[in-house]
Every structure is written in structure tokens, then in C-alpha cells.
């Protein structure tokens, strides 16, 4: 069974629902351990001082911020701690938007919110959070701290249940303006938009994630297998790079006819 996270409260106004926190994902990653290629010995990291060329202990490394201008700050633990937020037990809900009008570019991390409890009060406030904003396709902007950090999230309905994700800050979603894009002048051509229409209409079908996997992770899984047992991992040949498309109009009309043939 999943641990809980996070346990705390939803908070709007003079109501407080209780609820506890479950990471949305689950890590399918194969990981790894460096290891000594000669030997198979772990690989262990140590910190050295680069002026000294010695270990430096845990307790004697100290917080160096460097200026635009070349110069380094130097910041204790105890004042970075003035800086953290205030470690606090809710999710204070400031607002209710359109799901709609939120862009999928600023979700971080998804988080499932289930009732903190099984009192039949906490049970029934959650109920009836999830049933309002299910019913009025909006969702609930806040603000909490987990560990050291303050998050913005998104709440809504899902399945029955609460999600959480949260948001990355304004700032940190980079602006269009200074990314090179594409001229007037490289307008492509009417006859092209309709051909590119028509193809992306040939592909499109209802949204299903089960239809998509992780073909990376199925392909190292059974690199791991081969070498358990012992087998030869045969590497194939570089691919060549693409070549450029010649003829864009030829391009479309030959892949649309390739999938109406499928």
C-alpha cells in the first residue's frame, strides 16, 4: 500500500476539509548503481575542497550564491531558514477557475487527495467538494507548504476523488518572446494547410492512454534479461539522420495515402 505524503486540510472560507495526500505517479524507471567498471565496486561520491584537496565534512560546507556581476554570497543555514515559508498544515484555496482556462504548460506534479480520516464529517465534506467541482467543471487554486517549499496547485475532480497538482510560478514557464519562430515569408501554402488538416483528421481518434507504453523501458527490461542470463547484447548501427523533406506537398499526400491504405 502507498504511504501518504502529506496530511492536512483543504481550507475556503470558515470550511476545512481533511484529507491526506498520495503521489499520482508511480516510478517505472530501471535504476542504477555506478559502479567500478574493473571490479563492480560501488562508486562513492565525497566532497573535496578544491583549494585544500581535502574532504571537506558535511557540517563545514557552507551556501555560495554567484551574482550576474561574478561575485559569491555567502549564506548560512540559519539565514536561509529566514526565507522559508511558514510550515502550516492546509491547502489554502484563494480562488475557483475554469479548468479550461488553465494551461496545461504550467502543470508540475500530479497528487491524489483522498478524506483525512474515516469520521462520517470528514467523509461527507469531501464528498461534497468533489461533487460541486464536478458538477461546475471548476477547479480550486491554492497554496501550501510541503517540506521546505511553498507550491501553487490546481484541485479538481477526477473519478470520483480529489486531485492535486501543482503549478509551476509564472516565471518559471519560459516566454515566447527570443525563441526563434518562424517568418511571414515561410506561410505555407493554402493547398499545404488543407493537405496537413486532412492528415491530422486521418489520425486522430479518442483520447486512451492504454494504448500508449514506455517502449524505452520494455527495451532495456529485456537488455537486463539477456544479461542475467547471461546472452550477448547485440548493438545495432548508428541511424542515419533524416533526410530533408524534398517536396512538402508530395510528403503529406504520400502519408495520407499511407494511412487510408492502413
Known sequence: MP???????LSFGLVSVPVAMYSGVVDTDLHFRQLHAK?????EIHRYCAEEDEEVPYEEIANGY??????MVILTDAELATAAPRKT???DIEA?????DVDPIHFDHPYV???GGDSEGAVRAYRLL?????????????RFVMRTKEYLVLIRARSGRLTLTTLLWHDEVRPAKGIPTPTKRDKPARKEVDQ???LIEALACPWDPDRYEDAYQKRLKKIVQQKRKGKTVEVPEAEKEPSPVPDLMAALEQTLADIKSR
Open 113 to 115: 487527495l483522498v478524506p
Open 89 to 91: 498544515r492546509t491547502v
Open 130 to 142: 468533489v461533487e460541486v467541482m464536478d458538477r461546475t467543471e471548476r477547479a480550486a487554486l491554492g
Open 196 to 198: 496537413a488538416v486532412a
Open 39 to 43: 571490479d563492480h565496486a560501488p562508486v
Open 66 to 71: 554567484e551574482t550576474d556581476d561574478g561575485d
Open 96 to 100: 475557483f477557475v475554469d479548468i479550461d
Open 3 to 9: 504511504r501518504s505524503l502529506w496530511t492536512g486540510s
